[in-house]
């Protein structure tokens, strides 16, 4: 009952301030509106009291209303008002004098002023207006660790003449910046503005204002400015220190939060995880630092992770760029394929026997390291596993020319056949035999004889006439 006796009193208050105002007590427009620029997209809205206004103990109060460029509605008790706004355009608005207490009551008659737009020839001023912001650390000032850039592009108006200059100013807050480092179209006209430093907030919720103005020496450059809404230009950085490992089928992906000057609270992320055999696909969105998923060990994986703010520390903005890819498995391709390749080198020669031996060794030896640096070391970067593989192709290629060198040398000096004499062969029975046979032919050719011989070998009986003369 407290609030609503309240209520009722407070309301039979104003009805009775109401009536004790007599009745030709009239309120009396402001005087001396005026609007004029106090910055790159910003107007300052100026009016005085009427000095015919009647005070009376009243407070009085002064609702405003912006019709161009954009229409807003609002009410103040000051006399000046900023507001910000486009100017490109012109700004039109008014004001009257309102009861404060109960605006509903009693209000002047509205009293306009209007900005021209600027002066400019239509189609010279800059088109295409885009601008992006990107955090990086810093370690100028302990109590900004983080710095923003600002980078902004757009393309030369149609009507610009080809010696048409533009000049690019930024405002955030009450600072204001012009451009220093500039690109070029082919006509050598500015299109690009780069502010590798700035005064934005990187975790801020203000507007940021842009004004590019221009000159030439043929026609008046119409300026162009735009206000852009900080989380939906900010360029999130990807993760950083993406890293993968497999253990048999268990696939485990970690990062650190990009570089931001928000926490880690206020980041979510989507992994993307790709077989490059297999056509595997899977993408995921979570808000830890950690993804475990099960895969197939028999094929090679790419990940890369993204990221973004997460609504509850600002509005939905972009998403990062994906992170540089990490491959899982690389290596070990890698060093099987090198050892394939280190295996098939050589020529054929005196020495194909003794090389065997080494390339198996070599071949086993350097399989068994790719399989245990692949599938028990710690997980490593894409960067890690690709140095990995260009160090041990090398130490392959390395290897490689010296049994090219060996063989040279076995050929030529036969070194292979006086360090390693060839095995004597199993001696045969039957040439002992014929030998024999031969032997004796050559003592007596007087006397002739008939000799049946059985020589049995591996279970077959060879039937053998042999003639001797004595």
């Known amino acids: 009952m407290a609030p609503t006796s309240l209520l009722i009193l407070l309301g039979a208050t104003m009805i009775l301030r109401a009536d004790l105002l007599p009745e030709k007590f009239l309120l009396l427009p402001p005087v001396n509106f005026t609007i004029k620029v106090a910055g790159v997209a910003e107007v300052l809205l100026h009016w005085e009291p009427n000095p015919d206004q009647q005070q009376r103990n009243i407070k009085l109060g002064y609702h405003v209303k912006i019709s161009a460029p954009e229409e807003d509605d609002y009410e103040t008790k000051n006399t000046d008002s900023k507001r910000v706004i486009v100017l490109h355009r012109g700004v039109s608005a008014s004001v009257r004098t309102i009861l404060w207490e109960d605006p509903s009551l009693r209000a002047s008659s509205w009293v306009s002023a209007e900005l021209r737009p600027p002066a400019g020839s239509p189609g010279t001023s800059a088109v295409n207006l885009t601008c992006t912001t990107n955090t990086t650390a810093s370690n100028q000032s302990r109590s900004r660790p983080y710095q923003v850039s600002l980078h902004c592009s757009w393309l030369a108006g149609q009507e610009a003449p080809e010696d048409t200059q533009y000049v690019l100013y930024y405002r955030y807050g009450a600072h204001t910046e012009e451009c220093q480092e500039y690109s070029q179209d082919t006509l050598r006209r500015n ?248 032997y004796e032919k050559t003592i007596s050719v007087e006397t002739e004889s008939e000799v049946i011989s059985y020589v049995e070998e591996q279970g077959l009986m060879v039937l053998e006439d042999v003639v001797f003369y004595r």
Not at 258 to 268: I, K, L, Q, T, W
Not at 352 to 364: C, N
């Open 191 to 438: 299109t690009a503005c780069w502010f590798p430093r700035t005064v934005i907030d990187g975790k801020g919720r203000d507007s940021l204002a842009v004004r590019v103005s221009g000159r030439s020496r043929h026609a008046a450059i119409k300026p162009y400015e735009q206000l852009f809404d900080l989380h939906a230009i900010d360029r999130v950085n990807p993760p950083g220190n993406v890293t993968a490992g497999i253990e048999g089928t268990h696939l485990s992906i970690q990062w650190e939060k990009p570089v931001s000057a928000f926490p880690v609270h206020c980041f979510e992320y989507e992994v993307k995880i790709h077989g490059t055999r297999n056509g595997y696909l899977q993408r995921e969105k979570m808000t830890t630092s950690e993804y475990n998923s099960t895969v197939s060990d028999t094929s090679k994986y790419c990940v890369e992770v993204r990221a973004a703010v997460s609504s509850g520390c600002r509005q939905n903005g972009l998403w990062s760029a994906w992170s540089p890819p990490v491959y899982v498995g690389e290596s070990l391709a890698c060093f099987r394929v090198a050892a394939l390749v280190l295996v098939q080198a050589g020529h054929p020669g005196k020495c194909a026997r003794s090389r065997v031996g080494v390339e198996m060794l070599v071949h086993a030896t350097l399989v068994q390291y790719a399989d245990e640096s692949v599938f028990t070391a710690p997980k490593r970067s894409g960067r890690d596993e690709q140095k990995s593989c260009a160090e041990w192709i090398l130490l392959l290629l390395m290897a490689t020319v010296c049994l090219f060198v060996l063989s040279l040398t076995c050929r030529t000096c036969h070194v292979w056949t006086k360090l390693f004499p060839p095995i004597p062969a199993p001696k045969s029975n039957i040439q002992d035999l014929i030998a024999t046979i031969n």
